[in-house]
């Protein structure tokens, strides 16, 4: 109780407020509204890592709470759980107390221990914003995905009758969603991750785009491509031809059918809503195509970027006054090796943004003889063969792509540094923003936040 923002009650004084208390959180709120009659179900069985509020309705620090940690529980949707318990209310009081509640809020993060037994929990003591709870629980989830490596291939394959999937990645971390979808899997399906440098590796599934994700059903199976969109919910319906995943306890707000349901309904994956039905999930997908073994079909997955020809529309898509973020890459011979790269690995990253239906800014290709470019690049007093740069005229930014390595992992760390706002950014120098002369200024104006948001929601999800 020293930390000020603590509602300073002790949990004993609580008898004093008789009865069941209504929730702080909504029906639809995405908060999973946990009753100490479940709470073990919900969260101490669960392969999850889950947060849990101990709250009570009436303490302003709770209420302050609501926004970020409801923001928390959707950046978290389908990775971790995000729930709450209200001690105020009679049923819940010796649950409280049995966690050493002594004010509220308090939050505990609840992480399963691999292969069984009681979880452990720790108190979450940092700060209460969306962001720091997102990443905080996101580093507690345990990780199921094994790393296959050239030299562990044999290894990895050699159970032949157990299914499995690879996803192959130029990444040398594993993403909250490959783990998540380990977890569902856990037991069912082996999930492992190669690295693109691999070889051998890659060659044996003859991957040539980056990410792909490989199923090897088990036995005499074909392996099959995965071509869908990188999320979480069209991924597991396109493991689940090769085994069920996880069940997990029944869905919130179903308390009665509890018992019934938990062990038939295999599919009310997991930690929040659940999106697959058990029949949905037992359909093989019509529009799958099988691979034979030999030749395993591999999906396109670069999105050729859009080139900048004239000067006119160089200034049209990102140098006016309202123009918002383009990421401009000025090549002088386009053909030449080092441009070659630093195109694929923007084309990657667009066709992974269109993937995942976000919304980033456009990436465009000029050549460096368009008569504009030439006159920026020297204003910026850039030289090189290729240069890229992020501009932002409505704000008057822009940054500088300088590391020498034109590769996909380097250019998108770069890219997600822009999109998380952090890194240096650079005052345009003048002259450069075409002012319009014509249009009235009934443009809403620019709210510095919506932008920081929207990429900060979509942080969390990538594979
Ligand atoms: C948890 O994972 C194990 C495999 O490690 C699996 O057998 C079990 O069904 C899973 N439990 C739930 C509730 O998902």
Not at 49 to 66: D, M, R
Not at 259 to 270: F, N, V
Request: glycine share 6%.
């Amino acid at each position: 109780m020293h930390q000020p923002t603590f509602c300073a009650v002790a949990v004993a004084l609580l008898s004093a407020f008789p009865g069941a208390s209504a929730g702080m959180y909504t029906k639809k709120s995405p908060v999973l509204q946990v009753e100490s009659k479940d709470y073990d179900q919900l969260i101490t069985k669960s392969n999850y890592t889950s947060i849990v509020e101990f709250y009570a309705p009436w303490c302003g620090h709770c209420q302050n709470l609501k926004p970020a940690y409801e923001k928390a529980a959707k950046s978290l949707d389908g990775l971790a759980k995000v729930a709450a318990v209200n001690c105020d209310d009679e049923a819940n009081k010796p649950l409280c107390g049995s966690m050493g509640v002594q004010g509220f809020p308090t939050l505990k993060i609840v992480r399963p221990k691999k292969g069984g037994g009681k979880p452990t929990v720790q108190d979450y003591q940092g700060q209460r914003t969306a962001s720091a709870i997102v990443d905080a629980v996101v580093q507690q989830i345990n990780n199921y995905v094994v790393k296959v490596e050239d030299k562990s291939l044999d290894k990895f394959l050699s159970d032949q009758e157990s299914p499995k999937a690879i996803l192959f990645t130029e990444k040398g971390t594993t993403s909250a969603l490959l783990k998540s979808i380990a977890i569902d899997f856990a037991g069912v399906i082996t999930i492992g991750q190669a690295r693109n440098k691999e070889a051998k590796t890659v060659e044996t599934f003859g991957v040539e785009e980056f990410p792909t994700l490989v199923l090897l059903p088990g036995g005499d199976a074909p392996a099959v491509v995965y071509d869908g969109e990188l999320k979480k919910d069209p991924i597991v319906k396109f493991l689940s031809q090769a085994g069920e995943p996880n069940p997990d306890v029944p869905p919130k707000g179903d308390k009665k059918g509890d018992k019934s349901k938990k062990a038939s309904d295999k599919a009310s994956s997991k930690p929040t809503k659940s999106t697959s039905s058990e029949a949905s999930s037992n359909t093989p997908e019509p529009e799958k195509e099988t691979a034979t073994q030999e030749a395993p079909v591999i999906v396109e997955t670069a999105l050729p970027i859009p080139t900048i020809n004239t000067h006119e529309k160089l200034i049209k898509e990102c140098l006016t006054e309202k123009s918002h973020t383009c990421v401009l890459a000025f090549v002088s011979d386009s053909t030449a090796e080092k441009s070659q790269r630093a195109l694929d690995s923007l084309s990657q990253l667009a066709f992974k943004h269109a993937q995942s239906k976000r919304n980033l800014f456009p990436f465009y290709e000029v050549p460096q003889s368009n008569e504009g470019a030439a006159s920026l690049l020297k204003t910026l007093d850039l030289v090189g063969d290729v240069e890229i740069v992020a501009i932002n005229a409505r704000r008057g930014w822009w940054r500088h792509y300088d590391a020498a390595d034109f590769g996909h992992e380097s250019i998108e760390s770069w890219i997600d540094a822009i999109r998380m706002s952090e890194g240096i950014k650079k005052k345009l120098p003048d002259g450069i923003i075409a002012i319009a002369v014509e249009e009235p200024t009934s443009a809403p104006a620019a709210d510095p936040t919506t932008e920081a948001k929207t990429e900060d929601e979509a942080a969390h999800d990538e594979l």
